[in-house]
C-alpha cells in the first residue's frame, strides 16, 4: 500500500526517537524516504527555553517552521527535548506578538502605533533629557538572560561608555548571582569546571535546592539514565524541604526545615573531618582556609575543624528537624566522600537564600575537601535558567558590577583596559558599581531614575514583592521602554513599547550552563515590524549621541554602522567582543569566531583561545593540564591542576569558614508556615511566553498552593478549597492542593500566573543576600486560611 | 494534526504493561522498545491541546519514569493559526482583576 504524506511523516517520528536510544525503527524503515516529505529542510539552533542549552532543528516547508526535533549524539542533550521544544513555532506564530512600536506619553493613556523613527527618537530624547538634568545616574538598563550575548553587550557598552552609567543590570541577578559570588569566592573565577559529560562518569550525585526533574528535565534525564544503567553503583542524593519528581531516584531523600541548609552542609564537612574521608594531598595541594571579617584571616586546617564542632550530626539533625537524622547525614557524608566521582547540583534553592553566597560556598567546600573536583565524573555544578544567564549576562557584562569578560568594574586597570580596547578616553566608565537590581526598582520607585530599558523581561511580575515596585513602574515621572515580543505585565506600565524578532529571528550565541557558546542563525523573518536588539541599540545610540552631542556614544557604535542587521551587525559584534574583550581572560572565547560555531554544530566551550583548540569543542573541563590550555599556559610546576581564576591572585581554592544562617524571615506566632515557591515544568518564567500556548495553559492553567496533608487537616482545608496566603506584605487566594510534596508547618507556590490574585510574587519577600544581592524569594513566612469551597476559575494573560 | 515522536522511560519491570496501555490511546503507536525500558512512541492527535493532554497523561503513568520529545510536526496547525482558525481559548482581557491587592 502507498504511504500517504501524513505515514511519512509519522515515520519521520518514530525514526528520530528510535534514533536516539538506538532501537530498530521496525515500522519506520522507509525513514529515510520520509525526511524529504514532512520538511524541506532542518536548520540548526540552539533552543531557547532554558538554561540546558539543548541542540535542535528546525524544520522549514516553503520557508515557514513547522517542525522541530532532537540531534542524535548532540553534547548536551544527546538529541532529547522536552516539552517546551514543541513551543516554537506557536510562539512564533502567535496572533499576539507585538508587531509595531507603540506609545503613549502618559501612562494613562492608550498606546497608538508609531514609526520606528519616531520611536527611536523619543526614547533617544527621553534618555538624554534624563543624563541632561538629573546625571547619568538617573538612567538605567534592565535585560535578561534570555538575551543574545551581542544583545546585552551592546546594550551595556552604549548605558557604560557611552552614557557614562554602570545601571545595567539584568534578571540573572534574581536567580544566579548568588553562584556567582560562590564561584568566585571559593574558586576565583565564575562558572562550573566541569560539564554535563562528568554525568555518565559520576557515582554520586547530590541535589539541593533544585527541581532538576521539572526546572531542567534534558540533564534530569542524563542523571536519571545513569542512574539507571548503574543502579547499585551509583547513588542519588537529593536535599530538598520539599518531596519533587527529582526525588522519584534518589536513594536518600532528606528533608529538612527551610533555612537550614547551611547547616546541613556544614554538618556533612563535619563527618567527612571525623571519619577521616578527606583528601589530604588534594587540600595541601591546591586549598586555603578563610575566616571571613575585616580583614579576611587566613588559618588553618585545624581551626577548619574546631569551627565545625558546632555541626555534629545530632546537634544539625535536630536543628535541621523534618526526616533527619544524625545517621542519615552521616550516610549522606560517606557517600559523598568516598565516590570515585561525586557531582553537585544546585539552584534557585541554593541561590535564593538571605544567605546564598554562603550557602554555595558551603557546597564548595565539600568538593574541596573530598577532592571531588577536576577528576572525571567530580564537579560542583550550579544549574542555570536562562538560555543565556551565562554568556549574555555573567560573561557579556550584564550586572551592575561587572565588565564583560569576567572584569570587576571598580578594578581600575580592568576597567581601564576596556575602556582602551573600546577606544573611549579613561575615566568615561564609572568606577563606582551601578545599582543592583532591587536597588534599582528601589531608586524607580523614589523617582531616582527617570528613564529605564527593560529588555526581554518582566520584573513587573518577576521581582519579589513585586507589587511594591510596580508602583514605582507607574510613576509618570519615570519614563520606561520595553523591548518585548508579547504584552507583559511591564509593558502595561510603559511608554513605549518596542517589538523584537524572536529566536530563529535573529542571529547570535547563547551560552548555556556549562560554559557552551552556540550560534543560532536567523532563519525566518520577524512578524510586522518586529527588529533585532541589536538594530535597535545601534540607530538609538546614534540618536542620543546627536542629542547629547557626544562623539564617544557615536564612538560605541561606529564599528558597526551600516552592517547589516540579520548576520553582519551580530557578527561584527561578537568579533569585538570575543576577539579584544575576552582575549587573555579566563572566558577566552577568541577561538570561537562565526565562522567556527557555524562548523561546531555543538558549539564550543570556553577557554578556547585558538582556532584549533575551539574546533576541537573547546574546553570540557577547567583547571586541568592536557584538557585547559590555559591551564598548561598558567602552570608554574608540575600538578595536574591550576587554578588560574582571576580573583584569586594566588592560585588557590578558598575553604570558608560559614555559619549557619537562617532565613530572613522565620515563621512566628502570627505568620506560622514557612512559604516558598518555585516553577513548574510546562511554564517557565513569567508566563508570557508558554502561558500563551492554550493547551500547557490547560495542562496546569492554574498557580495553586501546595499543603501538607497534615496541616489541612488541622485547618480544614480540603482539595480545590480556596486558601489564602498572607505575608506581611499582601495576600493572594489560591486553589489548595493537598499534597505530601511539602513538609510539615511549609506551603508551596508556584509563580507563573500572572492573575492578580495568585502572582505569588507579590506578596514573597524582597530580603537579599548583602553578598550577591540576589533576593531571598524561596522562605518568607505565612499564614493560611480558607476562604471558600472550590471556585471556577479564569486564566489571566495581559493583551494589549 | 500534530504528529510527535517520543521516548518514554518505563521502568524495566513494568515495561510490558505499559507498553500495552500505551496501546490502548487513540493515536498512539509504539514502534519498539528496548531491554533499557525505553519505548519509541509516536502520537498523533486532531490538535496540540488533545495532544498535551495525551503526554501529560502518560507521564502520570504507573511506571513511566520520563517522556522526552524528540520530534514534533505541526504545520496544519501553523496554517490553522495563520489562518486565525486556531484562537486562544481564553481572554486575554486587559482588565486588572485587583480584587486582593492591599
Ligand atoms: S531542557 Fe531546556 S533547552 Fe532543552 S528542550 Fe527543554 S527547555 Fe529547551
Known amino acids: 500500500m502507498a504511504m500517504t504524506r501524513r505515514d511519512f511523516i509519522k515515520a519521520s517520528a518514530a525514526a528520530s526517537a528510535a534514533l536516539l536510544v538506538g532501537i530498530n525503527p521496525g515500522k519506520a524503515k522507509t525513514a529515510q524516504a520520509a525526511t524529504t516529505q514532512d520538511v524541506d529542510k532542518w536548520v540548526r539552533g540552539v533552543c531557547r527555553f532554558c538554561g540546558v542549552g539543548c541542540r535542535v532543528e528546525l524544520g522549514l516547508k516553503d520557508g515557514r517552521p513547522v517542525a522541530l526535533r532532537g540531534v542524535s549524539g548532540s553534547k548536551t542533550n544527546l538529541g532529547f527535548l522536552c516539552m517546551k521544544g514543541m513551543l516554537f513555532h506557536r510562539i512564533m506564530y502567535h496572533p499576539d506578538r507585538l508587531k509595531k512600536p507603540l506609545y503613549r506619553e502618559r501612562k494613562d493613556q492608550p498606546f497608538k502605533e508609531i514609526s520606528w523613527e519616531e520611536a527611536l527618537d523619543i526614547a533617544a530624547a527621553k534618555f538624554a533629557q534624563a543624563v541632561k538634568e538629573h546625571g547619568p545616574e538617573s538612567v538605567a538598563y534592565y535585560g535578561s538572560g534570555q538575551c543574545l550575548t551581542e544583545e546585552t553587550y551592546i546594550f551595556q557598552k552604549v548605558m557604560r561608555a557611552g552614557l557614562r552609567s554602570n545601571n545595567v543590570e539584568g534578571n540573572p541577578r534574581l536567580c544566579m548571582a548568588s553562584a556567582v559570588g560562590g564561584y568566585l569566592t571559593s574558586f576565583g573565577a565564575d562558572e562550573p569546571i566541569g560539564a554535563y559529560e562528568d554525568i555518565e562518569k559520576a557515582y554520586c550525585f547530590f541535589i539541593i535546592g533544585s527541581n532538576m526533574a521539572e526546572a531542567h528535565p534534558v540533564i534530569f534525564r542524563r542523571l536519571m539514565r545513569r542512574k539507571l544503567d548503574k543502579p547499585q553503583e551509583v547513588k542519588v542524593i537529593n536535599a530538598d524541604p520539599r518531596v519533587s519528581p527529582t526525588s522519584r531516584i534518589a536513594d536518600m531523600h532528606l528533608q529538612f526545615t527551610p533555612g537550614t541548609d547551611l547547616a546541613l552542609l556544614n554538618s556533612m564537612a563535619y563527618v567527612i573531618i571525623e571519619e577521616k574521608l578527606y583528601d589530604e594531598e588534594f587540600i595541601k595541594n591546591y586549598c586555603k582556609f578563610k575566616k571571613p571579617g575585616k580583614p579576611v584571616t587566613d588559618v588553618g586546617f585545624e581551626d577548619y575543624k574546631a569551627y565545625l564542632a558546632d555541626y555534629t550530626p545530632e546537634r544539625t539533625a535536630s536543628l535541621c528537624g523534618g526526616n533527619i537524622t544524625a545517621e542519615n547525614i552521616r550516610q549522606a557524608a560517606r557517600m559523598f566522600a568516598t565516590s570515585r566521582g561525586t557531582m553537585s547540583f544546585w539552584c534557585m534553592g541554593i541561590n535564593q537564600r538571605i544567605r546564598g553566597v554562603w550557602a554555595n560556598n558551603l557546597i564548595h567546600n565539600l568538593h574541596m575537601l573530598t577532592g571531588q573536583l577536576c577528576k572525571p565524573g567530580a564537579d560542583s555544578f550550579s544549574l542555570t535558567g536562562q538560555p543565556n544567564a551565562c554568556g549574555g549576562v555573567r560573561e557579556g557584562g550584564g550586572l551592575c558590577h561587572i565588565l564583560p569578560g569576567h572584569r570587576p568594574v571598580k578594578i581600575d586597570k580592568l576597567r581601564h583596559q576596556v575602556e582602551d580596547l573600546w577606544g573611549v578616553p579613561r575615566g568615561r566608565i564609572p568606577k563606582k558599581p551601578g545599582y543592583h537590581t532591587v536597588a534599582m526598582f528601589s531608586a524607580v520607585n523614589e523617582g531616582k531614575i527617570k528613564a529605564i530599558w527593560i529588555n526581554c523581561t518582566s520584573p513587573a511580575q518577576s521581582l519579589p514583592n513585586c507589587d511594591k515596585y510596580r508602583k514605582g513602574m507607574a510613576r509618570e515621572d519615570v519614563f520606561m521602554v520595553v523591548t518585548e515580543i508579547f504584552p507583559t505585565k511591564t509593558t502595561e506600565l510603559a511608554n513605549l513599547v518596542l517589538p523584537t524578532a524572536f529566536h530563529f529571528e535573529k542571529t547570535g550565541v547563547y551560552g548555556c550552563t556549562e560554559r557552551r557558546s552556540q550560534l543560532t542563525v536567523k532563519t525566518v523573518d520577524a512578524p510586522g515590524e518586529a527588529k533585532p536588539e541589536v538594530w535597535i541599540v545601534r540607530e538609538w545610540a546614534l540618536k542620543l549621541a546627536e542629542k547629547l552631542n557626544d562623539p564617544v556614544i557615536k564612538k560605541c557604535v561606529e564599528p558597526f554602522v551600516g552592517l547589516d542587521e540579520d548576520f553582519d551587525l551580530p557578527k561584527a559584534i561578537w568579533d569585538e567582543y570575543t576577539q579584544k574583550i575576552t582575549a587573555g581572560r579566563d572566558n577566552d572565547l577568541r577561538g570561537a569566531t562565526y565562522e567556527v560555531l557555524m562548523q561546531m554544530a555543538d558549539g564550543v566551550q570556553w577557554p578556547a583561545p585558538t582556532k584549533e583548540h575551539a574546533l576541537k569543542g573547546g574546553t570540557y573541563k577547567k583547571f586541568v593540564r592536557g584538557i585547559d590550555p590555559l591551564a598548561d599556559k598558567h602552570a608554574k610546576d608540575d600538578k595536574p591542576y591550576v587554578f588560574y581564576g582571576p580573583a584569586h591572585k594566588d592560585a588557590k581554592l578558598y575553604f570558608w569558614l560559614r555559619p549557619y544562617k537562617g532565613a530572613a524571615e522565620e515563621p512566628d506566632s502570627e505568620y506560622p508556615f514557612f512559604l516558598s515557591t518555585g516553577r513548574i515544568i510546562d511554564h517557565w518564567h513569567t508566563t508570557s511566553m508558554t502561558g500563551r500556548i492554550p493547551e500547557l495553559m490547560r495542562a496546569n492553567p492554574y498557580a495553586y498552593v501546595e499543603i501538607n496533608p497534615k496541616d489541612a487537616a488541622r485547618l480544614g482545608i480540603k482539595p480545590g478549597d480556596m486558601v489564602e496566603v498572607t505575608t506581611r506584605r499582601g495576600k493572594c487566594v489560591l486553589p489548595a492542593k493537598i499534597y505530601v510534596g511539602p513538609m510539615e508547618g511549609m506551603v508551596f507556590v508556584y509563580w507563573h500566573d500572572m492573575h492578580e490574585d495568585r502572582m505569588i510574587n507579590r506578596v514573597t519577600k524582597d530580603a537579599f543576600d548583602p553578598g550577591s544581592k540576589e533576593p531571598e524569594f524561596k522562605i518568607c513566612a505565612c499564614r493560611i486560611s480558607r476562604v471558600s469551597g472550590p471556585k471556577q476559575l479564569r486564566p489571566f494573560i495581559v493583551q494589549m | ?102
Open chain 2, 1 to 102: 494534526m500534530p504528529v510527535a515522536g517520543f521516548v518514554v522511560n518505563a521502568r524495566r519491570e513494568d515495561l510490558k504493561a505499559v507498553v500495552d496501555k500505551l496501546q490502548e490511546i487513540k493515536g498512539a503507536e509504539v514502534h519498539g522498545t528496548d531491554d533499557k525500558g525505553h519505548i519509541v512512541l509516536v502520537l498523533e492527535g486532531d490538535s496540540g491541546e488533545e495532544m498535551e493532554k495525551v503526554a501529560a497523561g502518560i507521564t502520570r503513568m504507573d511506571g513511566v519514569i520520563s517522556l522526552h520529545l524528540a520530534y514534533f510536526h505541526a504545520e496544519d496547525e501553523v496554517e490553522k493559526i495563520e489562518r486565525g482558525e486556531i484562537k486562544p481559548r481564553f481572554s486575554f482581557g486587559r482588565q486588572h482583576e485587583k480584587s486582593c491587592v492591599l
